[in-house]
């Protein structure tokens, strides 16, 4: 069956990285966009980052734009989102989704927390 699994979230100081992976499962990666969310608490969740499928390109919410980086590596099934220069305003629940057409699916999520 379809998966997506997360990881790499933590607890980081403001100004510090974080590298998030999901690996994916059960449908034919490659062929799907894949994107980045994030959920604070009180908040809805949010889009951060999309990565199409081949030929690949990104686009960034504005907030992120600079600091975050998605990429994918079809070869291991996994989508990255490397996180630069953390505020504490990226704190939240970090979830990949996978989409293509009327398909999409969404992992469990990943805690993000920047605080000193």
């Known amino acids: 069956q379809v998966q997506l699994v997360e990881s790499g979230g933590g607890l980081v100081q403001p100004g510090g990285s974080l590298r998030l992976s999901c690996a994916a499962s059960?449908?034919?990666?490659?062929?799907?966009?894949m994107s980045w969310h994030r959920q604070a608490p009180g908040k809805e969740r949010e889009l951060v980052a999309v990565?199409?499928?081949?030929?690949?390109?990104?686009s960034y919410a504005d907030s992120v734009k600079g600091r975050f980086t998605i990429c994918r590596d079809n070869s291991k099934n996994t989508l990255y989102l490397q996180m630069n220069n953390l505020k504490s305003e990226d704190t939240a629940l970090y979830y990949c989704?996978?989409?293509?057409?009327?398909?999409?699916?969404w992992g469990q999520g990943t805690q993000v927390t920047v605080s000193s």
């Open positions: 990565i199409t499928s081949v030929p690949s390109s990104t």
């Open positions: 059960g449908f034919t990666f490659g062929s799907y966009h």
């Open positions: 989704r996978a989409f293509m057409g009327r398909y999409t699916y």
